[in-house]
């Protein structure tokens, strides 16, 4: 099986969580319909075309927290633009918008961030069964040019991407791997040596039925420092290179 690898690389990120309501919180790291997401816009599809292609059974993912994240709750103001008529002045060349003619509306976001100088960092392996997709993504990685712009999960959070390399993929038994784990695992998790991680319920894989969309969902274990996480006893695994993953399913 072969599997390419890049890392995804921004300075602030917010996947929203989807049963948040008051307040926008965010997930540990971008959930798999995110990533999917990511890698059609590296392709240039349009929205909804691609999941049937990148569905779990035809496109595997894994990934690994490589740089430590935190997340930090900040006030936000946001601004409902629908509500003309709105008072704007043409001041030196530039446009001055009255902002007491709008209605304005605050709320608090959890933003996802660093924990150390520098940015975050997150790498994504992948292997797809269509062949067209995975050298399209492989010409686009190594060459950095995605089609469309790459964000963390809002359009303010601006990403990219570095290419890491194409590897050829072996099953392994381990006891420890680098990647987030399913809830299929749960019960195997040695916990005895832990200090920080966290459980959450995200969703997997899109799909069309009809003119609407629905949702799979998952629940997944992740250490937020990047720290391998440990099994009571030894799990199949996948080896690519000398880092040891598992898939998102």
Not at 19 to 34: G, Q
Not at 82 to 104: C, D, H, N
Not at 107 to 126: A, S, W
Request: proline share 5%; hydrophobic share 40%.
């Amino acid at each position: 099986m072969r599997v390419l690898v890049f890392d995804l690389l921004g300075k602030f990120a917010h996947f929203r969580v989807f049963y948040a309501n008051a307040n926008a919180l965010t997930y540990t790291f971008p959930p798999r319909t995110t990533l999917t997401g990511i890698l059609a816009s590296i392709l240039g599809r349009p929205r909804d075309t691609y999941y049937g292609d990148m569905s779990p059974k035809n496109l595997k993912l894994a990934l690994r927290v490589v740089e430590p994240v935190r997340k930090q709750m900040l006030a936000v103001n946001y601004v409902k633009t629908e509500s003309f008529p709105a008072e704007v002045r043409i001041m030196r060349k530039s446009a001055r918008i009255s902002v007491g003619f709008f209605q304005t509306y605050p709320t608090r976001m959890e933003i996802l961030m660093p924990k150390r100088e520098g940015f975050l960092r997150f790498r994504v392996y992948l292997s797809a069964k269509n062949e067209d997709i995975h050298e399209g993504l492989k010409r686009r990685l190594k060459s950095n040019s995605p089609y469309y712009s790459l964000y963390m999960g809002i359009s303010e959070f601006l990403a990219w991407t570095e290419f890491v390399g194409e590897y050829e993929a072996q099953d392994v038994f381990t006891n420890e791997v680098l990647s987030v784990v399913s809830e299929r695992l749960f019960d195997s998790l040695d916990l005895s040596s832990l200090k920080e991680a966290f459980v959450e319920k995200m969703p997997l894989h899109f799909c069309l039925n009809g003119e609407f969309r629905t949702v799979s969902r998952t629940t997944t274990f992740v250490n937020p420092n990047g720290h391998p996480i440990r099994f009571k006893e030894k799990t199949q695994a996948v080896k690519v290179k000398d880092e040891i993953i598992l898939w998102m399913e």
